[in-house]
T-cell receptor, first 112, second 108 residues
């Protein structure tokens, strides 16, 4: 059974804090993704990684960075959290572009 | 520009009332079309992958079909537990392009 896990289901942080969201997959997937999901806007791609230590900007990378030191782990970093980064964050993994992308359970982040 | 449009935005059905959800897409070089179900506060759950026009997939009360311009998710005799948001996505060159989803509510 495929498995993508995220370190927290809910997080509450203060404006200006540095925030780490962790994602781990056990499917040996090459590609990993970070999205945010907001009502009316759907899923928007923040960053993706197609291999260890490789990263590419998605559609909305501003205010975020990522790290992929090991194949199974992909971290999203909010360098200085702001209230407009309050959202649902979803991690996903897939083996190749034409294959299914599997999602984690999501992290609901509230920035006060 | 690659694009996915889902309709309707929201749908209310009575239990047992069959219907279809639509996913229209524009993408250069379709490599796959994917359907997901998402419950409130949870990550999307994979349902189906379709790769070529004419292909169909079924799972319980759900059936997905694909043409060159759109996909349909048919729901036969739905139950209240089918209530969820249904997301469609396509992949062309590399990235998934998601629609904004159809919120389905099935009333008992």
């Amino acid at each position: 059974d495929v498995k993508v896990t995220q370190s927290s289901r809910y997080l509450v942080k203060r404006t200006g804090e540095k925030v780490f969201l962790e994602c781990v997959q056990d499917m040996d997937h090459e590609n990993m993704f970070w999205y945010r999901q907001d009502p009316g806007l759907g899923l928007r791609l923040i960053y993706f990684s197609y291999d260890v230590k490789m990263k590419e900007k998605g559609d909305i990378p501003e205010g975020y960075s990522v790290s992929r030191e090991k194949k199974e782990r992909f971290s999203l970093i909010l360098e200085s959290a702001s209230t407009n980064q309050t959202s649902m964050y979803l991690c996903a993994g897939r083996q190749s572009p034409s294959e299914t992308q599997y999602f984690g359970p999501g992290t609901r982040l509230l920035v006060l | 520009e690659d694009q996915v449009t889902q309709s309707p935005e929201a749908l209310r059905l009575q239990e047992g009332e069959s219907s279809s959800l639509n996913c229209s897409y524009t993408v250069s070089g379709l490599r796959g079309l994917f359907w997901y179900r998402q419950d409130p506060g949870k990550g999307p759950e994979f349902l189906f992958t379709l790769y070529s026009a004419g292909e169909e997939k079924e799972k319980e009360r759900l059936k997905a079909t694909l043409t060159k311009k759109e996909s349909f998710l048919h729901i036969t005799a739905p139950k209240p537990e089918d209530s969820a948001t249904y997301l469609c996505a396509v992949v062309g060159t590399y990235k998934y392009i998601f629609g904004t989803g159809t919120r389905l509510k099935v009333l008992a």
